[in-house]
């Protein structure tokens, strides 16, 4: 059966031995066949589509599958984003505005990959801020 698709002359990565091949050729939009340009062409239809990969890594494609559906689902209107935020005093208003929101006895969980280079007073919030803005709701702050 022909190869829908060829991808050759590239550096491509497998999970096997051996772990980089010259070409790959995909039927069903599934990987077919992997190996040199020579064996994989033997795959080649009237109709197969090539790409010339000229001479580039590819890489599987990357899944990641690390999440948190149930945490999301049930806390996500109370959890804070700070990363791209570009000032602590943005940050700071931010916090207040979903301390207000957040129903007792839950806390506001600020998460994420923010770090205090992001914001314009390069620095972290102090203590006596949090407190000031979120006196009657617990807080916490995920830093990076």
């Known amino acids: 059966m022909p190869a829908d698709t060829i991808l050759h002359n590239a550096k491509i990565a ?3 031995t051996p772990s980089f091949v010259e070409a790959l050729a995909i039927t069903g939009g599934k990987i077919a066949a992997t190996g040199t ?3 994989v062409f033997r795959l080649r239809g009237p109709a197969t589509r090539v790409i010339d990969g000229k001479g580039r890594t590819v890489i599987p494609g990357l899944n ?3 999440m948190h559906p149930i945490r999301g689902g049930l ?3 109370m959890e804070l984003r700070w ?3 570009p ?3 943005d940050a700071l208003r931010m916090l207040k505005d979903q301390a207000a929101r957040t129903p007792a006895p839950q806390w506001v969980r600020v998460v994420g990959g923010w770090t205090e280079f992001q914001f314009a007073e390069r620095r972290m919030p102090t203590l006596d801020e ?3 803005i979120a006196p009657d709701t ?3 702050i995920l830093h990076l």
Do not use: C, M, R, W
């Open 14 to 16: 497998t999970n096997a």
């Open 64 to 66: 990641d599958s690390h």
């Open 130 to 132: 949090i407190n000031k």
């Open 75 to 77: 806390n996500y209107n």
């Open 138 to 140: 617990p807080v916490f």
């Open 87 to 89: 000032s602590l005093a």
């Open 37 to 39: 340009e020579q064996e």
């Open 83 to 85: 990363d791209g935020v």
